[in-house]
Structures are given as structure tokens and as C-alpha cells.
């Protein structure tokens, strides 16, 4: 859990590195990748073009959406968690954010990337557990209630800044997590768009039956 005190071990270089490798890790443009692989496809040309899980669900398949979901989130957790057991003070976050800011901004696609909920779950996990949890509760209530991923997503995003100021009581870490939440919101900003029209496609069962 990290405090509101840097403490720096060897010099601004090395953490320098450390922030670009988790930029680069977090560019790992998952969905897309597998598109290619798997099928030979750009996923950005099918479906909502977005590279996420949701869209390879239903373009590719439940395992293809399953491994992007997956690495996705570990993409998020592996780097925190290691910043988190190696680094004293606020350095842990600023490695996620960097691993988020790199799957939203991927330098291997031009900078357009994912929305990011996965790969910040995995982040937030590996520093704020029991935040992250109860948002995860909240996200899968949403969709259950809603029938909209979307929804769940944005929906949770607005909670957790709101949980993370409950179980941690920190302005500082309540703020940045506010950002990161308003940055996944305003990824969703074409599901927004879809809602208001109508035209936002469902997640229930069946969607992942027939796949």
C-alpha cells in the first residue's frame, strides 16, 4: 500500500527506466495481437474497432477474449506488484499509471489504444485490494443490472476514487485515482454516445454461448 512519501534507492535513471519498460509492457497492444495470430485480422476493423476484450468476445471467440482479458490485466498487476514489493512510497502507482497510459496511448498502434478497465483493474488490484474489490462487486452488478459492459465499466470507474478515499483516506491517492477514472469515462466516450442512440450492443449469456 503506498504512502504519500517518496523514497528514491539509486537515482532518478533508474527509475526513469523503470517507468519506460512499464509503458512499453503496458503497449502491448493484447486484442490486436490476437487478432493477427489467431485469425489474421485487424480486430480495429471489426465490431467497435476498440482492441479490448468485449469487442475480441465478439469478434473472435470466448478463448481469444479470455487471453486478451487476462493479459491485459496482467500487464496492469505483474509491474505494479513488483514496484509495489521493491519500491517504498508512490513510485508503485506511477509504474501503473504508466502501464495504463501505455495501453491507452500505445506507441505500436499510433497511440490508439485500449479503454483500459482491464489493465486497470490489474494495477489498482496489486496496490488497493480491498478498493479494488468492492469496485469489481459494483461493476458486476452493473452489468447484470444494466445488460451493458459499458455501463459496468464506466459505472465502477466512478466508484472507485469514492472507495479508494474510504479504506485508504488519502486526498493525494483519492485524486490521481479520480484522474485514472476519468480517462477510462472518457475512453468510453463512443459507448456513451451509442447509449444515448440506442444502439449500444447488450452482454448477456447468450453472447458468450454462441461464441
Not at 523514497?7 to 502491448?28: D, M, Q, R
Not at 486526498?171 to 456513451?192: A, D, E, G, K, Y
Given at each position: 500500500?503506498?504512502?504519500?512519501?517518496?523514497?528514491?534507492?539509486?537515482?532518478?535513471?533508474?527509475?526513469?527506466?523503470?517507468?519506460?519498460?512499464?509503458?512499453?509492457?503496458?503497449?502491448?497492444?493484447?486484442?490486436?495481437?490476437?487478432?493477427?495470430?489467431?485469425?489474421?485480422?485487424?480486430?480495429?476493423?471489426?465490431?467497435?474497432?476498440?482492441?479490448?476484450?468485449?469487442?475480441?468476445?465478439?469478434?473472435?471467440?470466448?478463448?481469444?477474449?479470455?487471453?486478451?482479458?487476462?493479459?491485459?490485466f496482467?500487464?496492469?498487476?505483474?509491474?505494479?506488484?513488483?514496484?509495489?514489493?521493491?519500491?517504498?512510497?508512490?513510485?508503485?502507482?506511477?509504474?501503473?499509471?504508466?502501464?495504463?497510459?501505455?495501453?491507452?496511448?500505445?506507441?505500436?498502434?499510433?497511440?490508439?489504444?485500449?479503454?483500459?478497465?482491464?489493465?486497470?483493474?490489474?494495477?489498482?488490484?496489486?496496490l488497493?485490494?480491498?478498493?479494488?474489490?468492492?469496485?469489481?462487486?459494483?461493476?458486476?452488478?452493473?452489468?447484470?443490472?444494466?445488460?451493458?459492459?459499458?455501463?459496468?465499466?464506466?459505472?465502477?470507474?466512478?466508484?472507485?476514487?469514492?472507495?479508494?478515499?474510504?479504506?485508504?483516506?488519502?486526498?493525494?491517492l483519492?485524486?490521481?485515482?479520480?484522474?485514472?477514472?476519468?480517462?477510462?469515462?472518457?475512453?468510453?466516450?463512443?459507448?456513451?454516445?451509442?447509449?444515448?442512440?440506442?444502439?449500444?450492443?447488450k452482454?448477456?449469456?447468450?453472447?458468450?454461448?454462441?461464441?
Amino acid at each position: 500500500m503506498p504512502s504519500e512519501k517518496i523514497i528514491y534507492p539509486a537515482g532518478y535513471f533508474y527509475y526513469a527506466i523503470y517507468l519506460l519498460l512499464a509503458y512499453f509492457l503496458g503497449s502491448i497492444p493484447t486484442g490486436y495481437l490476437v487478432g493477427k495470430f489467431s485469425q489474421g485480422i485487424d480486430i480495429r476493423k471489426y465490431g467497435s474497432g476498440n482492441i479490448g476484450a468485449t469487442n475480441v468476445l465478439r469478434t473472435l471467440g470466448k478463448k481469444a477474449a479470455i487471453f486478451t482479458l487476462l493479459f491485459d490485466f496482467a500487464k496492469g498487476y505483474i509491474p505494479t506488484l513488483l514496484a509495489e514489493q521493491k519500491f517504498q512510497g508512490l513510485f508503485p502507482f506511477l509504474v501503473g499509471i504508466m502501464v495504463i497510459f501505455g495501453h491507452t496511448w500505445t506507441i505500436f498502434l499510433k497511440f490508439r489504444g485500449g479503454k483500459g478497465v482491464a489493465t486497470t483493474a490489474g494495477v489498482f488490484l496489486a496496490l488497493f485490494p480491498l478498493p479494488t474489490l468492492s469496485t469489481v462487486v459494483v461493476f458486476t452488478l452493473l452489468v447484470i443490472l444494466t445488460g451493458y459492459i459499458s455501463v459496468g465499466s464506466m459505472g465502477s470507474a466512478l466508484f472507485l476514487p469514492l472507495s479508494v478515499w474510504f479504506f485508504e483516506h488519502s486526498f493525494i491517492l483519492t485524486l490521481v485515482t479520480s484522474f485514472i477514472s476519468f480517462l477510462i469515462i472518457f475512453n468510453h466516450r463512443q459507448n456513451i454516445q451509442r447509449l444515448i442512440q440506442g444502439k449500444e450492443n447488450k452482454f448477456t449469456l447468450k453472447t458468450i454461448q454462441t461464441r
